[in-house]
């Protein structure tokens, strides 16, 4: 597969969060690409069908893809996501050797949607900071304002704050 624009996965990250909500989860998609842009995994929240408290898209896809993939692999793989990871799924994309990341939507902007609603209490702390605090260089690509609010309607109505 020719590598797509980033538009186009974080399009089908907004499909899996619907999904995901749909599903009777809070509404995150994430995705993986290897380099040449093909999709290797998906995968949405699953937090409250799995009763699993790191269950945030992008911790179980981290999860899942190093149970498959070797950690040389991985950095040359994309984790595609809606909202820009907060900091435990930093440290799983982190763990995982996962060598670059792309979001839709801020976690500022995120926090503003969720407030302190008790399902998800958003953390105030860029992933920049995170992985600038780590030993690799993981790049960063986001937000991307012109998908922010696609992302943030299928939060529509979920949280109560
Ligand atoms: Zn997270």
Redesign the pocket.
């Known amino acids: 597969m020719r590598y797509q624009p980033h538009e186009f996965y974080l399009k089908r990250c907004i499909e899996l969060s619907r999904m995901a909500r749909a599903g009777g989860n809070t509404p995150f998609g994430a995705l993986l690409t290897d380099e040449d842009g093909s999709i290797l995994l998906e995968q949405g929240n699953i937090e409250i069908t799995e009763n699993i408290c790191t269950g945030?898209a992008?911790?179980a896809l981290a999860a899942r893809a190093s149970h498959i993939y070797s950690k040389e692999f991985l950095w040359k793989c994309t984790l595609y996501t809606t909202a820009e990871?907060?900091a435990?799924?930093s440290g799983a994309i982190y763990w995982a050797n996962i060598g670059r990341v792309v979001y839709a939507m801020t976690e500022k902007r995120l926090l503003e949607l969720t407030g302190s609603d008790e399902q998800n209490p958003t953390f105030d702390l860029p992933c920049r900071d995170v992985f600038a605090r780590g030993q690799k260089d993981i790049r960063v690509i986001g937000p991307f304002p012109a998908l922010e609010q696609e992302a943030a309607e299928v939060h529509k109505g979920f949280w109560n704050h």
């Open positions: 945030h992008e911790t990871p907060c435990m799924c």
